[in-house]
């Protein structure tokens, strides 16, 4: 297949191209600066992406977007998040509906947060958006991608959760406080967290290149855990005590309010069960096996 990929530099795209590289695909970039050969470019800002983009594309996987977690959520930050999600989606579905002999399965951003948060409840792909600035996000994110439809095209929401990688992302950024036995539940420690090992992140989206399956899947491994569960199982790995639990203050001087409480003090408990019922086969169901492998314990 002939596959453009946004986001193609980030965690998972560089890891997705890699992969469908090794399976004989061959990938095209979709990127900011001036394009090379076989790749498109595109303007998120200019609301521009090269004519004729997916011309001869078999399928789009969009992962673009400004990182969540990048910078302290004030009003222009917080506008840009959205933005660069409805904005870039809203590209690509236009450039997938005007391609001559285009793509076929548009595989389109989403997230976990669409569900808000909750302590009690667990989220399948069946239940509604929640409340908050990131269940309105992804809502809107998911909503540009309608449009791509019209042709017939299949569009698949990728509603992933907390990608773990040694080679960045949330994973790598707890290493070090981790590593000095620093490391400990945040606040209660009883807030969700819906994670996945990046092979299988980006194993689903191989699976969902080819499968029939539209509409939202959610990207998380079988077996949430709360927070405080999460800390254990890296501390044991790393083989490291856990005991000093993180108080809410710091990394809300840190991070601000609205940004810490979002990402490190609620979460939700997220079960794929789209992806189960298709057949998809997890590598790494556990969160003990999934460390491991990644940190090579």
């Known amino acids: 297949m002939?596959?453009?990929?946004?986001?193609?530099?980030?965690?998972?795209?560089?890891?997705?191209?890699s992969r469908l590289q090794t399976d004989g695909h061959e990938t095209v970039a979709v990127v900011r600066?001036?394009?090379?050969?076989d790749e498109i470019g595109w303007s998120i800002d200019d609301k521009r992406i090269d004519a004729g983009a997916f011309d001869g594309i078999d399928a789009v996987v969009h992962l673009a977007g400004a990182g969540i977690g990048d910078k302290r959520w004030t009003d222009d930050y917080k506008r840009e998040i959205l933005e660069s999600r409805t904005v870039g989606t809203a590209l690509v579905a236009q450039a997938v509906n005007e391609a001559t002999n285009g793509p076929k399965v548009l595989l389109s951003g989403s997230a976990v947060?669409?569900?808000?948060?909750?302590?009690?409840?667990t989220f399948d792909e069946t239940s509604p958006a929640g409340t908050g600035f990131l269940a309105d996000v992804c809502e809107a994110w998911e909503a540009a991608a309608a449009p791509a439809q019209v042709d017939g095209t299949r569009v698949v929401l990728l509603r992933t959760g907390i990608v773990l990688s040694a080679k960045g992302g949330a994973l790598k950024k707890q290493l070090p406080l981790f590593k000095l036995g620093l490391g400990g539940k945040m606040g209660t420690g009883d807030q969700w967290q819906s994670w996945i090992h990046i092979d299988d992140e980006v194993g689903a989206i191989v699976h969902l290149l080819t499968s029939e399956v539209a509409g939202p899947v959610n990207l998380t491994a079988p077996n949430p855990v709360p927070q405080a569960g999460f800390a254990d199982a890296l501390g044991d790995v790393l083989g490291r005590p856990t005991f000093l639990p993180i108080p809410k203050f710091g990394p809300k001087l840190l991070l601000g309010g609205e940004l810490a409480d979002n990402l490190l003090f609620t979460g939700q408990n997220v079960v794929p069960a789209a992806l189960e019922n298709d057949g998809?086969?997890?590598?790494?169901?556990?969160?003990?096996?999934?460390l491991r492998d990644l940190l090579k314990k």
């Open 280 to 290: 998809f086969t997890f590598q790494h169901p556990t969160l003990d096996g999934a």
């Open 33 to 37: 600066r001036a394009p090379g050969d």
């Open 113 to 121: 947060g669409y569900y808000g948060s909750s302590p009690t409840q």
């Open 2 to 17: 002939r596959i453009a990929i946004t986001g193609a530099s980030g965690l998972v795209g560089s890891a997705l191209s």
